[in-house]
């Protein structure tokens, strides 16, 4: 069973003087560099997921921004695919369904941000269509939501929604327990 591992959107505007700021951006891009360098140094196949926004109103991941590129932490190197989104799905309008048939994909691991957003969306739909995923919890980021008149805390949104994926949609687990686990 071949593994791959996805890297979806952390991009510039989620960090720290970006457009769309998350809580714990930073630390979460760290958690997933290191989870990226143990697929490369397993020479496992890495495929990082860029959202560009084409909406007119949209605010942030405009096309052609510094806030729209990946993030420093978790470039791409030589050989690696890089695909762009244009919707929270990592599968609609792309070419990702076929790449990762191309390698003879069936177990994905991911990392990324938003949580409520891009993460669970993809690993819904990457359940949906057969594979076995892996969510790794610290290696993704969220921020305050809003609803009805409560303000819900990042902390609380990310607890919520990896809760809702694990067991059901993925195996939520941390990294240090995903590389210990591949040693």
């Known amino acids: ?3 791959a591992l996805l890297v979806i959107d952390i991009q510039n ?5 970006g457009k769309m700021e998350l809580v714990g951006s930073a630390e979460a891009a760290k958690v997933a560099a290191s989870v990226q360098q143990h697929f490369r140094e397993n020479g496992l196949p890495v495929i990082n997921i860029r959202h560009e926004s084409l ?3 949209a605010t942030f991941f405009l096309p052609g ?3 729209a590129q990946i993030h420093a932490d978790v470039l791409s190197v030589e050989g690696e695919v890089v695909i762009t989104k244009h919707y929270p799905n990592s ?3 792309t070419g990702l369904g076929e790449v990762l048939a191309g390698l003879g994909v069936e ?3 991911v990392v990324g941000m938003m949580t ?3 993460i669970d969306t993809s690993v819904r739909a990457a359940s949906d269509l057969g594979y076995k995923v892996t969510l790794v919890g610290d290696a993704c980021a969220t921020k305050v939501l809003d609803f009805n ?6 902390p609380n949104v990310q607890a919520a929604y990896l809760a809702a994926l694990d067991g059901s949609f993925a195996t939520v687990v941390a990294a240090s327990d995903l590389l210990a686990s591949h040693a």
């Open 149 to 154: 008149g409560l303000n819900v805390p990042a």
């Open 116 to 118: 409520h957003m891009c």
């Open 55 to 57: 909406k007119p109103d």
């Open 91 to 93: 599968f609609r309008e």
């Open 13 to 17: 505007d989620y960090f720290p003087g």
């Open 107 to 109: 177990e994905l691991t």
């Open 1 to 3: 069973m071949t593994k």
């Open 65 to 67: 921004t510094l806030g």
